[in-house]
C-alpha cells in the first residue's frame, strides 16, 4: 500500500492543475471570441491583429510559447527597464490561455459564418445595426454549435497543463516527479498520474455536456 502516501502530494498537485485549467480555460474563452469576433471585423486593423495573433499562436509551439513568457519577457522588460517576471501560475494562465484561445477563435468565426445568410438578410430587413444583428441573430445560433468544440479544447487543455511543471509550478505532473525521483518508483507513480488526469478529464468533459444540455434548453426556450 505504499501508493497511498503518495497520494497526499499528488492531490496537492492535482489543486494547482485544476486552477490552472480552470483560469486558463476561461482566459482563452475571453481569447476566443476577441480573437474570432476581430477577424471577421470589418476594420483591417482589427482584422489584422486577430489574425497575427491567430496564426501565431497556433503555429508556434505550446512549450516555447511557456518558455517564453517565463524566460524571456524578463529579459525584454530589462532592456526597457521594467519588471516583466511573471509568477509560474500566471505564465502558465497566460500561455495556455493565448493557445487555446488561438484555436477556439476558429471555431468561434466558423460557427458564426455558418450561420444562413437569409438570417442576415432577415436582420437587415428589420434595420438591425451589425451589433444588434450579433447579439440577438449570430451569437444565439451559434454558440450552441461551438460547445462540443470548446468541450474539446477544454480536455485538451487541462492535458496541456502538464507542461507548466517545466517552470517549477507545482502541478500534478510536477510532483509526480518529485515523487518519482526520490522513490524511484516509475511504474506506480504515473499509473496513479494517468488515472487521475483521466478522472479530471471525465469531470470536465462531464461539466461540459451539462452546459451543452443548459444552453440548448435556453435556445429551445427562445425558439
Known amino acids: 500500500m505504499q501508493w ?21 480555460t476561461l482566459l482563452g474563452g475571453f481569447f476566443a471570441f476577441a480573437l474570432g469576433l476581430g477577424r471577421l471585423s470589418g476594420n483591417w486593423l482589427l482584422k489584422g491583429f486577430s489574425v497575427a495573433m491567430i496564426e501565431v499562436f497556433r503555429g508556434t509551439s505550446l512549450l516555447v510559447q511557456l518558455f517564453w513568457l517565463y524566460f524571456a519577457l524578463p529579459l525584454v522588460g530589462q532592456m526597457l527597464g521594467l519588471d516583466w517576471r511573471l509568477p509560474p501560475l500566471v505564465a502558465g494562465t497566460l500561455a495556455l490561455g493565448l493557445n487555446i484561445g488561438a484555436y477556439g477563435a476558429e471555431v468561434v468565426r466558423g460557427a458564426i459564418q455558418a ?10 430587413a428589420l434595420d438591425f445595426t451589425p451589433r444588434q444583428t450579433l447579439w440577438r441573430i449570430a451569437l444565439p445560433q451559434s454558440i450552441p ?51 487521475m488526469y483521466f478522472g479530471m ?23
Open 4 to 24: 497511498l502516501n503518495y497520494l497526499p502530494p499528488l492531490l496537492e498537485g492535482a489543486w494547482v492543475t485544476a486552477q490552472l485549467t480552470l483560469y486558463s
Open 115 to 124: 450561420v444562413p445568410l437569409s438570417q442576415y438578410e432577415a436582420a437587415k
Open 145 to 195: 454549435e461551438m460547445l462540443p468544440s470548446f468541450g474539446n479544447l477544454a480536455v485538451q487543455n487541462l492535458k496541456d497543463t502538464a507542461l507548466v511543471s517545466l517552470i517549477s509550478l507545482g502541478d500534478m505532473t510536477f510532483r509526480a516527479e518529485q515523487i518519482r525521483n526520490f522513490t524511484q518508483d516509475s511504474t506506480t507513480v504515473y499509473t496513479l498520474l494517468l488515472f
Open 201 to 223: 478529464a471525465l469531470v470536465l468533459a462531464g461539466l461540459m455536456k451539462l452546459l451543452e444540455g443548459s444552453v440548448g434548453r435556453w435556445r429551445a426556450g427562445r425558439s
